[in-house]
């Protein structure tokens, strides 16, 4: 018999896709074969993962790492349903790793959501079949009123996989209690029967001052509180851009390290409209005495040593938009490090062709930031792999060597001229001080990692506070963080 238990939330960022996680990555280590499932995910985060037909598909970056968290083959069943938020309410629907196309909310649920919730079945009996566990992650709130008869993440994945609900209240945001109970009485009737038990989230402070509330809790509602979990961060990368800073905020990460600033080095991110895969630098901002700033496109770059261009699901827009601002006179003048991934790779190229298939754009051909000799033509034809390449370290990762791994998600086709150097296989280019690189997951190579920390700190005549780049574990602290959770069954057979 194959147990299923829901995570499901009060609200969006209460800590679901942590505790799915850590919860699978205790139950791996404990021998219980055990998958992570998420019917439908809204991020431009993904991860490029085996489809049912062998081919290449994505999948939702939590998702991924909740795979990587539970030991098991990372495959689309995990997050058969992605949804691509593009803008103007728009989002490209990817049903087992394919892309079917872009459509407004209202047409996705008028023509496209009965399609979406067949394929996310007949992913949960697959992983139903080959495991004892399935931990389904829900989607924002499942207490949606008005979404109650299409919430596919949480009030039919609950059915169809008769699962047990476990609702987590976060209590940073004030009115836990209240919270939880409220969710608790907007719930469909056999929804509500399925709750066996609520966990608290992010508390600070004594756990007995929490007692009263509890008892109360418990007494008005029969459901018992099986969890109060600390403030904690594993580390886990985040799953949608709403945790980053708006686009005219300038954010730090990393500064809680205990390395002094004069010891410090800072590597910028402009923060695009339309960024993707924002995650690939979360490494860098782990690493002691490195600081990740998320910029304003119209920041001056005083203060920053380094910079990353991200993915977008946009190029051409995202170029205008940093040319609107400013940034390409900025980095005209810029002489630190720079690593374009994806679509920042492309960005810096010197042009772009067949441009309006990738963006708003009129024009069919835009200059790029013309900082490596490479130049991309957009086609509608999607590149989804895993890849594994050799590192001959050049530029900003000098020194680099053995293999890298990650995944390629994009649109598009470079071309480099012949004497540019290479260092990460035939799609990457470099010079003395840029790379770019279709490369997703880059810098979670410890190798590549420590060769552009040393290059950055190089730049700036620093000597880095420590030798090693390498990080610890999420998944060990994540699976620590929900040890004390009760579950409602003996996961063990």
Same mark, same amino acid.
């Given at each position: 018999m194959t147990h299923t238990l829901l995570v499901a939330g009060t609200a969006s960022h209460v800590g679901k896709s942590t505790v799915a996680t850590g919860l699978c990555r205790r139950l791996a280590r404990q021998g219980v074969s055990v998958a992570p499932f998420k019917a439908q995910n809204m991020s431009n985060n993904a991860r490029a993962v085996v489809t049912p037909d062998g081919d290449w598909g994505e999948v939702g970056v939590s998702q991924y790492v909740q795979v990587r968290a539970a030991n098991v083959a990372p495959t689309t069943d995990a997050n058969p349903v992605l949804l691509k938020p593009r803008g103007d309410g728009e989002s490209q629907l990817v049903v087992q790793g394919e892309p079917v196309g872009h459509f407004a909310a209202g047409d996705y649920y008028e023509e496209h959501w009965h399609r979406a919730r067949e394929a996310a079945v007949e992913s949960y009996e697959r992983l139903a079949a080959d495991h004892d566990v399935v931990v389904a992650e829900g989607a924002g709130s499942i207490a949606e009123i008005n979404l109650h008869d299409r919430d596919l993440a949480n009030v039919e994945t609950a059915r169809f996989a008769d699962a047990s609900i476990l609702l987590l209240g976060d209590i940073e945001r004030g009115g836990v209690f209240a919270s939880l109970y409220g969710t608790l009485e907007l719930l469909p009737d056999d929804l509500r029967e399925r709750v066996y038990g609520v966990a608290i989230t992010k508390f600070r402070g004594d756990a007995a001052l929490l007692e009263p509330g509890i008892e109360e809790f418990e007494r008005r509602t029969d459901v018992p509180?099986?969890?109060?979990?600390?403030?904690?961060?594993?580390?886990?990368?985040?799953?949608?851009?709403?945790?980053?800073?708006? #686009?005219?905020?300038?954010?730090?990460?990393?500064?809680?390290?205990?390395?002094?600033?004069?010891?410090?080095?800072?590597?910028?991110?402009?923060?695009?409209?339309?960024?993707?895969?924002?995650?690939?630098?979360?490494?860098?901002?782990?690493?002691?005495?490195?600081?990740?700033?998320?910029?304003?496109?119209?920041?001056?770059?005083?203060?920053?040593?380094?910079?990353?261009?991200?993915?977008? %699901?946009?190029?051409?827009?995202?170029?205008?938009?940093?040319?609107?601002?400013?940034?390409?006179?900025?980095?005209?003048?810029?002489?630190?490090?720079?690593?374009?991934?994806?679509?920042?790779?492309?960005?810096?190229?010197?042009?772009?062709?067949?441009?309006?298939?990738?963006?708003? +754009?009129? %024009?069919?051909?835009?200059?790029?930031?013309?900082?490596?000799?490479?130049?991309?033509?957009?086609?509608?034809? %999607?590149?989804?792999?895993?890849?594994?390449?050799?590192?001959?370290?050049?530029?900003?990762?000098?020194?680099?060597?053995?293999?890298?791994?990650?995944?390629?998600?994009?649109? +598009?086709?470079?071309?480099?001229?012949?004497?540019? +150097?290479?260092?990460? +296989?035939?799609?990457?280019?470099?010079?003395?001080?840029?790379?770019?690189?279709?490369?997703?997951?880059?810098?979670?190579?410890?190798?590549?990692?420590?060769?552009?920390?040393?290059?950055?700190?190089?730049?700036?005549?620093?000597?880095?506070?420590?030798?090693?780049?390498?990080?610890?574990?999420?998944?060990?602290?994540?699976?620590?963080? #929900?040890?004390?959770?009760?579950?409602?069954?003996?996961?063990?057979?």
């Open positions: 509180v099986v969890g109060v979990l600390p403030h904690d961060d594993p580390g886990l990368p985040e799953e949608d851009s709403l945790s980053l800073p708006s #686009v005219d905020e300038r954010a730090l990460l990393g500064d809680d390290d205990g390395v002094s600033p004069d010891r410090a080095v800072t590597v910028g991110v402009p923060r695009l409209p339309h960024v993707s895969n924002f995650t690939d630098v979360d490494p860098l901002a782990r690493v002691p005495g490195v600081r990740v700033a998320y910029l304003p496109l119209d920041a001056t770059l005083d203060g920053v040593d380094a910079l990353v261009l991200p993915g977008t %699901k946009n190029t051409v827009d995202d170029l205008l938009a940093l040319r609107e601002a400013g940034f390409d006179d900025a980095l005209a003048t810029f002489s630190g490090p720079v690593v374009g991934i994806c679509g920042g790779y492309q960005m810096l190229g010197e042009r772009l062709t067949n441009a309006a298939v990738e963006g708003t +754009g009129r %024009k069919d051909t835009l200059r790029g930031f013309g900082l490596l000799p490479v130049e991309t033509r957009f086609t509608r034809e %999607k590149e989804v792999r895993q890849v594994s390449v050799d590192v001959t370290g050049t530029g900003p990762i000098d020194g680099a060597t053995g293999t890298a791994s990650g995944y390629e998600i994009h649109v +598009g086709r470079t071309s480099q001229t012949p004497s540019v +150097g290479r260092p990460l +296989g035939e799609q990457s280019a470099a010079t003395s001080s840029v790379l770019g690189t279709y490369l997703h997951g880059l810098f979670e190579n410890e190798n590549v990692r420590a060769a552009f920390c040393d290059a950055v700190f190089r730049s700036t005549g620093t000597s880095r506070p420590f030798a090693s780049s390498e990080l610890p574990s999420p998944y060990v602290d994540a699976a620590d963080l #929900v040890d004390g959770i009760d579950l409602p069954f003996d996961p063990l057979p």
